[in-house]
């Protein structure tokens, strides 16, 4: 089965944008000026050191998108808040319908709400979803989506005690990595000196889901792996200008299993059910993100583009590398530990499969040592 390969850029005259990009661009627009300009400003941000850790029982953290990956990244924040505020409670509102079972995993989160990803088109959804957090009472809201005019909007309305918004944080000397910017912000208020150790993204497998996993990946290589190789999943789908063709990945796939050795390679398929590896290896298909995450760590090592599947593994402990292109490694990459973000704007898969490998093996040797 064919893939579909990168977009042709004749669906749009040249020089033009797509109408359908134009029209999210002035949304994007009108919503950063309602926003700016219809919003009073609250009485109630914290400045820096303006937070005490005493009296906050009740939290809520906005990040209304409904991308997998910057759902994903709020993990960092909810590592961080679990520290600070042991015996808090986290409600969170959210736009990605995985939300609620990605965080699963944390004891610290109560309720889950979901906006609807299109709220403007749904004005009854979403009335009713800000006026459950209006009815409730916070001690601290956190805006944790710098740029994000729904999350100010949101956070703005949410009847809370003292807010925390991300962009209110000086930029200078700070991480510009999304994971870690609303965890620096939060330090930024409670008056604490920066610090290096900002956690790393984790979703919390429980060891259950581990072994389910693991029997997964051993049901996929029964009768493939034989010889216990090394299992490098590849997961070669991403959105827009990240998305890479199918010669792409069949020419990088050989190459880094010319230079890495013998490995068994997983095609982690999308759910439109397309290989893009030319159906040559063993796939994995699930809906369930968790799940998925479980297998990825089970097979110890995951390679993509910048996708959301790629912040997912991130927050597992397999060794995930990213390939970059179009987008910012330093704000985007695959947060923590051994994780990588490989540069290949050229173009090249046999040297995008160079650097992918010389990764591998400076994290092989490291874990050996």
């Known amino acids: 089965m064919r893939s579909a390969s990168l977009p042709s850029p004749s669906a749009a005259e040249p020089g033009r944008k797509p109408l359908h990009g134009s029209l999210a661009t002035w949304r994007r627009r009108i919503a950063a000026w309602m926003a700016g300009h219809l919003v009073p400003p609250p009485a109630n941000l914290v400045g820096p050191g303006g937070l005490a ?9 906005c990040r209304p998108n409904h991308r997998l990956g910057n759902t ?12 600070r505020f042991p015996g808090a409670e986290v409600d969170l509102l959210s736009a990605g319908p995985a939300a609620a079972t990605l965080f699963r995993g944390f004891d610290i989160v109560g309720d889950c709400t979901t906006l609807d990803r299109r709220a ?25 989506a710098a740029g994000s005019s729904s999350g100010r909007v949101a956070g703005a309305l949410a009847n809370a005690r003292l807010q925390l918004r991300t ?24 008056g604490i000196a920066a610090e290096a150790d900002i956690p790393r993204l984790d979703i919390r497998l429980t060891e259950h889901e581990r072994r389910a996993g693991q029997d997964a990946l051993a049901r996929v290589l029964r009768g493939v792996n034989e010889g216990h190789l090394p299992v490098i999943a590849i997961f070669p789908n991403a959105t827009g200008s990240k998305l890479l063709d199918t010669n792409w990945w069949h020419d990088f796939t050989m190459e880094l299993v010319a230079l890495h050795g013998e490995a068994c390679v997983i095609e982690l398929v999308s759910a439109d059910g397309m290989s893009r590896l030319g159906g040559g290896y063993p796939t994995y298909y699930t809906s369930d993100p968790r799940k998925l ?77």
């Open 293 to 369: 995450a479980a297998f990825i760590e089970a097979a110890g090592t995951y390679i993509s583009a910048d996708c959301g599947v790629m912040h997912l593994a991130a927050g597992t402990r397999a060794t995930t590398v990213g390939l970059f292109g179009p987008t910012d490694p330093v704000r985007y990459g695959p947060y923590g530990g051994d994780n990588a973000a490989i540069v290949c704007e050229d173009g090249c898969p046999r040297l995008a499969a160079r650097r992918v490998a010389t990764h591998l093996v400076r994290v092989s040797t490291h874990a050996h040592i």
């Open 167 to 190: 962009d209110d944080m000086p930029t200078h000397g700070q991480a510009r990595h999304l994971a870690a910017r609303p965890v620096q912000a939060l330090r930024w208020a409670l």
């Open 72 to 83: 994903v990244l709020l993990t960092a924040l909810l590592v961080e808040i679990e520290r």
């Open 53 to 61: 850790s005493e009296r906050i029982q009740r939290i809520l953290v």
């Open 120 to 144: 403007v088109r749904r004005p009854l959804a979403t009335f009713r979803a800000l006026r459950k957090l209006r009815a409730r009472r916070y001690d601290l809201v956190i805006d944790a």
